[in-house]
């Protein structure tokens, strides 16, 4: 992960807060939607609700890994208390390491006995020294103790085809050769399933400050040497472009049509510039408006992405993986800036609401999203302090959306008011919905507003429910967030402001809120 270039026509939503808690009631804002239940659309795969932990701050050490030898319970060196977390919300792939990291990790540097291995200088991130405790078997250890499907990132700023093929056949090779017998020394005898693997991370800046034209070359050739062993399949990404830099995707998808099966973007959210980030907390109404503005526009980018890919590749055979979005702001005061440690409150859970909406719209083409990142750097979907833990607003959300892994996109048209402030507009209503495989229908809304409820009137075409449920997250004000000493303040709860009366569905969102609905029959 490194900075990137914000900037592109927005498909914006509304929001009004004030700073940071909001006085007084307003009038609800008005929203209409129909959904369409017999209009089946593409699958959503579980991957867009994927996760990234890079070798940042406190990200790996002490957020995921403690050490066997730590009084903090764990499992061979990793957290039990993240793993259960993670379990909880069925994690279905995690990236590693990097990220920037990725281009400078030499993997034989992490794998042996953990007092042999080598210190290397993080040269991306403060310049700390790495002592690699955390490699190959300690990852993969992690995504069986969660269930997560491992995405490698391999290097090629640093790297060689050479080192990237020795990786993959280290970990996944079953056979008599060196590299396995190798593994089997280091404690492990079977091959691990490695479905995904990252060839080169932001290739145009920190990975090696390529042109897309250099970088389309040097990943065909990586790619001849990322071979499948022993029933292994891997999904192979091209690292694409950073914000809104389209004109790398177009060389890159033009020039690479052998050896690739995804494509890779990151989209950041900031509000501001990198130069002057906005803060996580304590923020007023007009940063409410400029986040949820940036947040929003990921819409469009992928629009135009898309664009790009059916000029490109007409079949839709390469899918699109925004492997990196989320919120950047501010470090928290005391911190370590280049650790980007910062909180997490109910306007990131807005984000995230809108987001993962979003990213249902676009689910034909696009298979893969990571927030980042999991622990302790930017929106974190879990903080941690030495033996306690957070679970953050981000964290809910992942977990009332998790319905609609794999599940059945159902288009929701949406016709909405917007919340202004000042020159700012956004629609107040941002909406979703899926069929899971046991014929529920689940609707996601999120009031962007953060002062005035909304009043939405839904229709249901193609289908008869007779009960409606749902759980809502949201809390007093635009900046509250759980700490360590309140640790549950933003939780998600009963929502009981929803009725349905044959095909009708009338649903009170309380303002800064995300909602999801089940409908049965």
Not at 138 to 166: H, I
Not at 207 to 218: F, K, N, Q, V
Not at 429 to 447: E, T
Request: glycine share 10%.
């Amino acid at each position: 992960m490194k900075r990137l270039t914000l900037g592109l026509s927005a498909s914006v939503i509304a929001v009004s807060v004030a700073a940071p808690a909001i006085a007084g009631a307003q009038e609800a804002k008005r929203a209409t939607l129909t959904l369409h239940a017999s209009q089946p659309g593409p699958t959503i795969s579980r991957h867009l609700y994927g996760q990234f932990a890079e070798h940042l701050g406190r990200c790996i050490y002490g957020g995921l890994w403690v050490g066997p030898e730590s009084s903090i319970p764990n499992t061979r060196g990793i957290r039990k208390d993240v793993v259960e977390a993670l379990r909880k919300i069925k994690i279905p792939n995690l990236r590693w390491p990097g990220g920037c990291f990725a281009d400078q990790y030499h993997w034989q540097d992490g794998i042996g006995p953990a007092d042999k291995r080598p210190r290397r200088v993080n040269i991306h991130w403060g310049g700390v020294v790495e002592d690699n405790r955390f490699g190959t078997h300690e990852f993969l250890d992690l995504c069986e103790q969660t269930g997560a499907d491992p995405y490698v990132a391999a290097n090629v700023g640093s790297g060689s085809p050479r080192e990237m093929a020795d990786w993959v056949e280290y970990m996944t090779f079953g056979g008599d050769s060196d590299l396995a017998r190798q593994r089997l020394a280091n404690g492990r005898a079977e091959p691990w399933k490695v479905p995904f693997l990252g060839i080169g991370n932001e290739n145009w800046g920190c990975g090696g400050r390529m042109t897309p034209e250099y970088y389309s070359d040097l990943y065909r050739r990586f790619s001849v040497y990322a071979r499948d062993w022993s029933g292994n399949r891997l999904q192979r990404v091209a690292a694409g472009p950073g914000g809104t830099e389209l004109r790398w995707l177009d060389v890159l998808s033009e020039r690479v049509k052998e050896g690739v099966q995804g494509i890779s973007m990151h989209y950041y959210t900031l509000g501001n510039t990198w130069q002057d980030k906005l803060p996580a907390t304590a923020f007023p109404e007009k940063d409410w408006y400029a986040v949820l503005r940036d947040a929003l526009k990921l819409d469009t980018l992928l629009t135009d992405a898309e664009a790009i890919m059916r000029k490109n590749d007409p079949g839709g055979r390469v899918a699109l993986y925004v492997d990196e979005w989320g919120t950047w702001y501010a470090a928290e005061p005391g911190a370590n800036p280049a650790f980007l440690y910062q909180q997490n409150t109910v306007r990131d859970a807005v984000v995230a609401g809108a987001t993962l909406n979003i990213l249902h719209r676009h689910a034909e083409r696009v298979k893969m999203a990571n927030i980042a990142q999991l622990v302790n750097v930017l929106q974190a979907l879990i903080l941690t302090e030495g033996d306690k833990i957070v679970l953050t607003p981000t964290y809910h959300v992942f977990d009332m959306y998790q319905v609609h892994h794999d599940a059945t996109f159902l288009p929701v048209d949406v016709t909405t008011e917007n919340t202004t402030l000042g020159p700012e507009s956004l629609p107040a209503i941002s909406a979703s919905a899926s069929r899971d495989a046991q014929g529920r229908v689940h609707l996601s809304l999120v009031n962007l507003d953060p002062g005035a409820p909304a009043a939405v009137e839904a229709r249901i075409d193609g289908a008869t429910f007779t009960s409606v449920s749902g759980r809502v997250l949201t809390g007093p004000a635009m900046d509250t967030h759980n700490t360590f000493e309140d640790p549950t303040r933003v939780q998600p709860v009963v929502f009981e402001g929803a009725t349905l009366q044959g095909p009708s569905l009338k649903v009170r969102l309380p303002p800064r809120s995300v909602v999801v609905l089940a409908l049965g029959s």
